[in-house]
């Protein structure tokens, strides 16, 4: 650890929706991992910038288990029971286009055709606000 440098961080967002994220950041660490899991209500997309199939989705989650012949749930105060699901996994192929380029090409587009960018204040002020109620959060 090095005063004033954060070398690992664990962020954690809410979001309305019952959307959250956990981030794990360290520009220190051994190992270079570009990952982001997408857990939804019917499968999971996994992104990994580092690996040749970038994109995994998988056929895999809960499904509560129905009993036949219950009324409501609350007549019957039992835990649920779930079935568990692992099904396929699909590998799209994705033509790999440097991210960095995209930004540059795109910022480039909207000076050139005077439009509005992707990522534009509102979005900017919308980062930045979460990076300072992040960062004090861990101040003491």
Known sequence: MQDGI???????LTYPGKIMANIHV??????????MIVVGSKKMVVYDDVADDKIAIY????????????????DNPRPPEFNYRSGDILLPQVKFIEPLRVEAEHFLDCIKNKSTPLT??????????????AGMAGVK
Not at 120 to 133: C, D, K, T
């Open 120 to 133: 534009g204040l509102a979005h900017a002020r919308e980062v930045v606000s979460i990076l300072e109620q």
């Open 59 to 74: 056929d895999k989650g809960i499904d509560r288990r129905a009993v036949l012949g219950e009324n409501m749930d609350f």
């Open 6 to 12: 954060d070398d690992v961080v664990f962020l954690s």
């Open 26 to 35: 360290s520009w220190l660490d051994p190992q270079k991992v570009r990952k």
